[in-house]
């Protein structure tokens, strides 16, 4: 039985005109990290990237699709759902875009004030638009937080239909190391001490793929 998981990975972009835009400072590192460790587990993979400087080989088992916005990741992941039995959202998407994108690059003496307002819209929660679409779809996210990581974390696992969701504290964003907290449906919880990358992938594909096992012989 070949297990397919579609990752989601680095930032999104939004852009307010052409050349310039609202992100974050994901590196895209854990996405690499949960491919890498997916393809060593016999996986298929199919990994929706936003825009940065790490690179996902493609290969037979593992196809990359390139996006640069939050509505394009969304499509993508629209498009390739169907043939996944795990997504793991590890993109740190942008949480809005700007309304409108100028068609050429703003201009100061266009504003002819100080101060220049940026209307946003929210953006579409794309992990929450699989919870509602999962039949017997694993589902593991991530949370970022900065205070009350843990009920945050359990709140968005409930919201976003979740399996597992994986608790980060902010020194975790492109850093080389971390020490999540993995957050379980049923309420249990498993500390990860500070380690690679690398090892933290290690952990949460097992911890997706026995979800998985159990949810397919139910
Ligand atoms: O709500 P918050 O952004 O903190 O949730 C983080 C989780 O939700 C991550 O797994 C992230 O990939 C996912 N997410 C998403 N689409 C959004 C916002 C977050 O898939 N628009």
Do not use: W
Request: hydrophobic content about 40%; proline content about 3%.
């Amino acid at each position: 039985m070949t297990v397919t998981i579609l990752i989601t990975s680095g930032p999104t972009r939004e852009y307010i005109d052409p050349v310039r835009f609202i992100s974050n400072a994901s590196s895209g590192k854990m996405g690499k990290a949960l491919v890498q460790e997916a393809l060593k587990q016999n996986c298929k993979v199919i990994a929706v990237k936003g825009p940065s400087d790490i690179d996902i080989p493609e290969n037979k088992n593992c196809k990359v699709i390139n996006v640069i916005s939050a509505k394009e990741m969304l499509s993508a992941v629209k498009q390739n759902l169907k043939s996944a039995d795990i997504f793991i959202g590890a993109a740190a998407v942008s949480d809005y875009r700007p309304v409108s994108v100028a068609k050429n690059k703003i201009k100061k003496k266009d504003i002819g004030s100080d101060t220049i307002n940026l209307k946003l819209i929210k953006n579409p929660d794309i992990i929450k638009y699989v919870g509602n679409h999962k039949n017997k779809k694993v589902v593991v996210g991530f949370a970022l937080e900065t205070k009350n990581l843990l009920s945050y974390a359990k709140t968005k696992l409930k919201e976003k239909q979740l399996d597992m969701i994986v608790a980060n504290g902010a020194n975790t964003i492109s850093s080389e190391k971390s020490s999540p907290v993995l957050i379980f449906k049923d309420g249990s919880v498993k500390k990860i001490k500070l380690v690679s990358k690398e090892k933290v992938a290690k952990e949460i594909i097992n911890e997706s793929i026995g979800i998985y096992k159990t949810v397919k012989t139910r």
